[in-house]
């Protein structure tokens, strides 16, 4: 069974930074995108960014240029950078990792790590 271990969070000013970790272990498959969604009570979890094995990155509309998503040589753990954080990025933010072809699909979540913005 993957396990993803996330680290990082915590209570940050407005306008500041933080740098959220995650490392997955026991991965079988070779090649896999890792991301960071968050989630608003009584409604799916949303992207805020996801790097492939390839490097393609992907970011939520809300955070560009603000977060930035990384990870060395394709592999794990991956970091979020937070910079400019405000109150609309307070939540639990968690982590996924999920297989890329020709892996069959599968997909693993963290227990999530809280991120609160406030003065």
């Known amino acids: 069974q993957v396990q993803l271990v996330e680290s990082g969070g915590g209570l940050v000013q407005p306008g500041g930074s933080l740098r959220l970790s995650c490392a997955a272990s026991?991965?079988?498959?070779?090649?896999?995108?890792m991301g960071w969604y968050t989630q608003a009570p009584g409604k799916q979890r949303e992207l805020v960014a996801s790097?492939?094995?390839?490097?393609?990155?992907n970011y939520a509309e809300s955070v560009k240029g603000r977060i930035t998503i990384s990870r060395d040589n394709a592999k794990n753990p991956v970091y979020l950078q937070m910079n400019s954080l405000n109150p609309e990025d307070t939540a639990v933010y968690y982590c996924?990792?999920?297989?890329?072809?020709?892996?069959?699909?599968?997909?693993?979540w963290g227990q999530g790590t809280q991120v609160t913005v406030s003065s």
């Open positions: 996924n990792v999920a297989s890329e072809p020709p892996f069959y699909p599968q997909s693993y």
């Open positions: 026991r991965i079988i498959f070779s090649i896999y995108t």
């Open positions: 790097i492939a094995s390839g490097g393609r990155t």
